[in-house]
């Protein structure tokens, strides 16, 4: 090994080390108010962790818990859905259907003893660009905190 | 219990011979002494081929989505598998016009693998029967009289509703034992995630355990579907997670807990302890019940305002 590429391979292992662990979270949001929630935010400028990924649905009613379930086999660190409060449906009532499925998805996740910390749940309005932007920021603190998701089935 | 047995053939031989029940299906004399096999009479003659004793395990609703769809079928069944019935009528997957219900009044049943634990061999039982002080076990050395916790099988050991919900005919009376459990739900272990790691690992994806299962009707099943695949075939613990964990979700507020899914399973997957935790955790939350004549439609499809809000309140 030449003294150059020494110094280059240090100074990527360096870097590398330095480079602190991102969780990679799988965000579920519902068209009408929280992905807008999450667009105010951009629009807005305000600076959240990159460590969202999007999946935008017509209303949290949409959400099958089987995208829930799917996230954490895939191996994502965590799983939020959001959606609009309850009352502001856009389709006046399909954020009542999620509120059943997603209590028994954190009962089903409970049996199973995957922690609960990894999934999040909150109604986020299209006004609320500000929660967006603090609740991916508190989440990707305590996931940290926690580590990389280690499975469902280790 | 022969009289019992008797009177559930005359009335099968009855209904047949009336002419707007098509088949009845019960049980039948299975392959041993301690088995029963479902059987399918069409004609009132083979209606002697009824039996009932406390092996008569099987829910047989799960036959009714296919048989009872445009014709009436006569069925004897227990209060389970009755329950099992009123949620198929409820999601509208058979008439109640199109049954002609036996209900019995139920004892409990057995599964014929607790029996072999006991001080005699399962090849030298020749028959089973209830008794008032539990269950009596003929052999070929002699009778035996096991209580009822030793031998009936889990769902049982919790069964309060033993008298059939709905029926056309009523027969047999439902027995309490006083050694009645308050609930099978294992203490949330230390290490769930572990217990059913391992558990899954087992799991050959035979699906016995949906196909065994009344409320798993889907025509296509999302394990069966490749587009999208939420499940690979590949039979790893990891995919089998996703099968079971999915198929909990899909049976929430819907499962009867008969306990047929762990039953039937060839590798010993408890798989209905995850259906009783989810039972319970709708019965909590929502104080419903599946199979309950008095309700509506599934726990799932339907929603009051003042619900529980499962939602972190943030911000
Ligand atoms: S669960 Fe209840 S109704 Fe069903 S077989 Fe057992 S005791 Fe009878
Ligand atoms: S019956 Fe058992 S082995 Fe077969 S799919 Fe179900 S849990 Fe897996
Ligand atoms: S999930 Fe299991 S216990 Fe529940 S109804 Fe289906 S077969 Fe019976």
Redesign the pocket.
Known sequence: MTQETAVIENTTQEAAAKKEWQPTILGILCNWCSYAGADLAGSARLHYPETIRIVRVPCSGRVDPMFVLKGFQKGFDAVIVLGCHPGDCHYAKGNYYARRRIALVKDLLKSLGIPEERFHFEWVSASEGNRFAELVTEMTEKIKKLGPFEGVTP | MSDIENKIQEEAKKALEGGDVSVVIGWGAGSAPFKTTPVFIEKPEDADKLVWNPACVN?LAVYLPKLANDKKVGIVAKPCDIR?MIGLIQEKQIKRENLYIIGLGCAGVVDAFNLDSQDFHLQDVIGLDWTSDGLKVSTTNGDYTLSCSDCLRDMCLVCTKREPAIFDVKLGEAVQPSDIRESLIPELAEERKAYWSEQFSKCIRCYACRQ?????YCKTCFADRVEPKWTAKKATAEEAWMFHATRMMH?AGR????????RICPVGIP??EL?REMAQAVKDTYGYEAGDPNQESPVLGQYKEEDFDPAHHGG
């Open positions: 829910n099992s065994v299962c009344p409320a798993c049976i499962c009867i807990g008969c306990g047929e899914c762990e798989v209905a259906a």
